[in-house]
Structure formats: C-alpha cells, structure tokens
C-alpha cells in the first residue's frame, strides 16, 4: 500500500540559551523513542530531549502510521472526494522543538510535483 505520510527523525539540538549545539545527522530510532529523553548536550549538559517532546513525536507519528494504515483510498473516502484530488506535489515540512513538546511547523518545501 501507498504510504500517504512518509517520515523520518533525524536533527537534534540545544535549546539552552547561548549554547548553539546541532546535529542535522542525528538519527532517531522511531521505536525506541524513549531512550532519548534527557539526552545530553555534548557541549553545556543541558537535555536535547524532554518527556514533553518524545510524547508529541509519538503523536505525530502515530498520527502518520493511522493515515499510512488507512491508505490513500481510505483516506478519500473519509473525505467524500475523489482519489485524484489527494494526488499531488509532494512537501518536505520542517518541525522545530523547543523542550516544551510545542511543535513549530515550518513552511512546506515542494519537493515533487504532483
């Protein structure tokens, strides 16, 4: 089946003030999300992840895995429209964190036309 949401987390970085720390190329194992809570900041010790962020990853993907199991036919269906209106461009959405589990989505990038 068609993945309607395709996602993947990777990017981590300091919240603490004045630190600056990021790592673009660090990859989060999905189903093992919290192992990375209280992480530490390699450069000032302050936590890269809180509780707070880990549980709204879960929701986000769990959001994301219940659209992938209901496919693109279900998801047209719960829409009452046409499955050729679903298919478009494809996006690239940047979601920022700061520790407090808000989710700060950035603007949509095409990333393919549709």
Wanted: glycine share 8%; with cysteine; proline share 4%.
């Amino acid at each position: 089946m068609e993945k309607v949401i395709d996602y993947e987390v990777t990017g981590i970085k300091c919240d603490a003030k004045g630190c600056g720390y990021r790592d673009r190329s660090f990859n989060f194992d999905v189903k093992q999300l919290d192992a990375h809570i209280d992480l530490k900041c390699p450069d000032c010790e302050a936590p890269l992840m809180t509780k707070e962020d880990i549980d709204s990853m879960k929701i986000m993907i769990g959001i994301s895995d219940v659209m992938n199991a209901a496919g693109v036919d279900g998801i047209a269906k719960a829409l009452n429209v046409p499955i050729s209106e679903l298919n478009g461009p494809l996006f690239n959405v940047e979601v920022d964190m700061d520790g407090s589990g808000k989710m700060d989505l950035k603007e949509p990038q095409q990333i393919k036309e549709g």
